[in-house]
């Protein structure tokens, strides 16, 4: 237990009594979310709880102990090694990604300049800790079709929030990169526009994205194909949440151009992305050979896979 505890002491202080229990369960903790004058909010193992004033769970949230605005501040400070000035780029961005991959969602007043544009979040007033999980293996039963011999072929995943298409994408990436018996590892270039694939701390992917994958975090995925296709040379190049019509455009050149292409994209179907005029092009040129569609049905969760028009897999 203590082991987890030490995993987790980027989340909290390590040495506060205060914090000792839900690092001991963090393993189990998806979400913690902390605003001021009210109790913090902790999801785990699908159910809301709260925290007494010695740290201990309870179930009655509204019960919990209140956290203030000068408790938000100690977090803050402590997530920035007391150097708010140096993550004030990921700060202005509403987020910090912190050792161990972490996301810290940040709330509070926005400070812009005269064209509009935010500087920063000061007076932090609430924080939505969410706890990076790997989920290795995910992908093994499926990774038979994510190739043709040794090609990669461009493969997009659908879900809605929620669904798992980013853990997915991840150890597909993370396969791919190491190979496996009859494939060779590939060189894979990872734009990660919001830090949630690799979750990368001062550079380095802190989430496991294989031997052979070069990241480029917090970058545009406009921008950061580019650097990736001019700089490293990859074979595949992932991205996760497409949404803009030069995404994919210029997805299109780089498929003519050999270089494979793994993404995702919110969609509760895939009627109601192909009924989106920025796709049209998409799916009439079938850019993407396969579609992996993960859905909720039943609370439970499945997948599909779509070659074509052919669903070569079920679960």
Not at 49 to 57: A, H, P, R, T
Not at 274 to 281: C, M, P, V
Request: charged share 25%.
């Amino acid at each position: 237990m203590q082991d987890i505890a030490r995993r987790y002491s980027s989340i909290f202080p390590a040495n506060s009594s205060f914090w000792k229990e839900i690092l001991m369960a963090m393993d189990k903790i998806t979400e913690i979310r902390i605003r001021v004058g009210t109790p913090a909010l902790i999801y785990m193992n699908q159910r809301e709880m709260s925290i007494d004033e010695e740290g201990k769970f309870i179930y009655v949230t509204a019960a919990g102990q209140k956290f203030f605005y000068k408790d938000i501040q100690k977090l803050v400070d402590f997530w920035c090694m007391d150097s708010r000035y140096a993550f004030q780029n990921e700060i202005k961005r509403g987020f910090l990604t912190i050792e161990g991959g972490h996301r810290i969602g940040i709330c509070g007043e926005t400070v812009t300049d005269e064209a509009g544009m935010i500087q920063s979040i000061k007076h932090i007033s609430s924080v939505n800790i969410r706890v990076a999980h790997e989920v290795k293996g995910v992908a093994e039963n499926i990774m038979k079709y994510i190739y043709v011999g040794e090609q990669v072929k461009n493969t997009l995943i659908v879900s809605a929030p929620g669904a798992g298409k980013t853990t997915l994408l991840r150890d597909i990436i993370r396969s791919v990169s190491t190979g496996k018996e009859k494939h060779h590892g590939k060189s894979v270039g990872v734009v990660d526009e919001r830090g949630e694939i690799a979750a990368c701390f001062q550079g380095i992917p802190q989430l496991d994205v294989g031997p052979r994958t070069d990241v480029l975090s917090n970058c545009p995925k406009k921008w950061g194909m580019r650097m990736l296709l001019r700089s490293m040379a990859p074979s595949v190049i992932a991205v996760d949440e497409l949404g803009e019509i030069e995404e994919i455009e210029l997805i299109q050149q780089m498929t003519g151009n050999g270089c494979a292409v793994i993404a995702t994209i919110h969609g509760e179907s895939i009627e109601e992305l192909k009924n989106k005029k920025f796709l049209d092009e998409m799916w009439q040129q079938h850019i993407f050979e396969n579609i992996i569609y993960l859905f909720k049905e039943k609370n439970q969760y499945h997948m599909e896979i779509t070659r074509g028009e052919k669903i070569c897999y079920k679960c």
